[in-house]
């Protein structure tokens, strides 16, 4: 499966996909990175690594957002792109990219949602008092934040855990989770599954 991973910034979560795919028994490849962001860093690492990258700034399209996303489908079908990873990536998407990758497009997010759907998860679930937190491959539909989950992994909340130390451990987790629900969805697997 050709695949292709949208970024706005460090692209750590692509890092770890193109680490996984290294792998010549993983049913996938990372063929591109796109990046809203040209200075989103995660670029060069993805060139680095042998990689086409290609920044496609929303800047210029002046908040006429279907005419941004027209020019990354452009770029994707250019690929010959056969599914799509958003990993952290910052831009919400209209109902034109969501429908024409309609069950072929995936993202993660760091909570278990449906709880803690949006921004600043992990302050939120800290103020809340919460003592479980995790992460979460869901397909993307039109409502963010929203869609099929594919599998989610569950960390503890610990004591004197504070915003950054929580992110941390569930940024180790998202790096486990993503390639493998990545490698499920590649290969035809429609279930979810939960990793501890
Ligand atoms: C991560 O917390 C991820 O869950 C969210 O964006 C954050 C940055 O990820 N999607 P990355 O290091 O840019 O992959």
Redesign the pocket.
């Known amino acids: 499966t050709r695949v292709a991973v949208l970024?706005?910034?460090?692209?750590?979560?692509?890092?770890a996909l193109i680490e996984a795919a290294r792998d010549p028994a993983f049913p996938a490849e990372i063929v591109l990175v796109l990046s809203n962001k040209p200075d989103a860093a995660?670029l060069q690492t993805a060139r680095d690594a042998g990689i086409a990258a290609l920044a496609i700034d929303h800047r210029p399209y002046r908040g006429d957002r279907e005419a941004h996303e027209r020019a990354i489908d452009a770029a994707l079908s250019e690929a010959g792109i056969e599914c799509v990873c958003?990993?952290?990536?910052?831009r919400l998407l209209t109902p034109f990219l969501t429908g024409r990758w309609a069950g072929r497009m995936l993202?993660?997010?760091?909570s278990l949602l449906p709880a803690y759907p949006g921004l600043h998860t992990h302050e939120r679930v800290l103020k809340a008092g919460e003592k479980q937190h995790g992460?979460t491959v869901h397909l993307v539909t039109e409502v963010m934040d929203e869609g099929p989950i594919l599998g989610q992994a569950a960390v503890p909340v610990l004591d004197g855990d504070t915003p950054d130390t929580l992110?941390a451990r569930?940024?180790a987790e998202?790096h486990r989770l993503y390639p493998a629900m990545l490698a499920r969805h590649a290969r035809g697997e429609r279930s979810p599954l939960i990793l501890s």
């Open positions: 970024i706005s910034g460090r692209g750590s979560n692509m890092e995660g958003l990993a952290g990536y910052m993202n993660i997010h760091p992460c992110a569930v940024l998202e």
